[in-house]
């Protein structure tokens, strides 16, 4: 990780300008076997977790997306209409759109 790090660090790395230090801590790193501890443990993430990997090998063998989770969207074809949406709705006042109410 430090490895990797390292690089992206001196890829993005332009002279001249300001930086400021930061760093990660990661403690407690477990393989992806060991399950999590839990405070009140009922078995079901133990259930869950085997129900997530019928359903990735599901997937897997029948195609992504032939099952999904009831909370998932079911298309990517939605998408937002901004078209009316000024250009600078957040910076300008004279850009935002005038609504009046009679009554």
């Known amino acids: ?28 790193l477990e393989a992806s076997d060991v399950p999590q501890a839990e405070f009140f443990d009922d078995g079901r993430a133990e259930r869950a977790g085997r129900l997530s990997r019928a359903v990735d090998g599901l997937n897997a063998s029948l195609g992504a997306g032939s099952l999904r989770w009831a909370g998932e969207k079911a298309s990517t074809a939605w998408g937002s209409r901004c078209e009316t949406q000024s250009p600078c709705w957040t910076t300008r006042w004279e850009d935002l759109k005038a609504v009046r109410a009679s009554v």
């Open 1 to 28: 990780m430090i490895k990797a790090a390292k690089g992206l660090a001196e890829r993005l790395f332009v002279e001249g300008r300001a930086y400021k230090k930061a760093g990660i801590v990661l403690g407690g």
